[in-house]
């Protein structure tokens, strides 16, 4: 068992609609930025980096539809090495049919010295990743 700061994030569970489709989807992505595979139950799936996990259960039946401008978790962010691999990312969601939010702003929709991409999970989630240089 490995040791966090005090603070750092252990997991973050989201709940999903269609559990395959996520698997896809996470699994592509999630590979980008070396997440390993971790757990997996019948109505889940997690993956893991150091100490902290992702874990995506299929929502109850009758759940409601993610409504991401309202109270709760609005998008993950994640950070990559610099600009170029944004450039990747973003070429390979495209390629993948996923919808880029912001393309008229890109790569600057967070502002002139924010580098990144936004993006959506199957589920409507919004997706940040961000370049470190």
Do not use: C
């Not at 893991?48 to 109270?71: E, K, N, Q």
């Not at 994640?78 to 996923?98: I, M, N, S, Y």
Request: no cysteine; glycine share 10%.
């Amino acid at each position: 068992m490995t040791s966090s700061s005090p603070g750092a994030i252990h997991h973050l569970e989201l709940y999903v609609r269609d559990l395959e489709r996520s698997v896809e989807f996470w699994g592509w992505l999630l590979g980008q930025f070396a997440y390993e595979p971790y757990q997996e139950w019948d109505e889940g799936i997690s993956w893991r980096s150091g100490d902290t996990y992702l874990a995506f259960v299929l929502a109850p039946s009758g759940a409601g539809d993610l409504d991401r401008r309202s109270v709760g978790l609005n998008h993950l962010a994640f950070w990559v090495a610099d600009h170029d691999a944004v450039d990747h990312l973003t070429k390979d969601l495209q390629e993948r049919g996923v919808r880029v939010l912001y393309e008229d702003r890109h790569p600057h929709a967070g502002g002139p010295d924010h580098y990144a991409v936004f993006f959506e999970d199957p589920d409507g989630l919004k997706v940040e990743v961000v370049a470190a240089n």
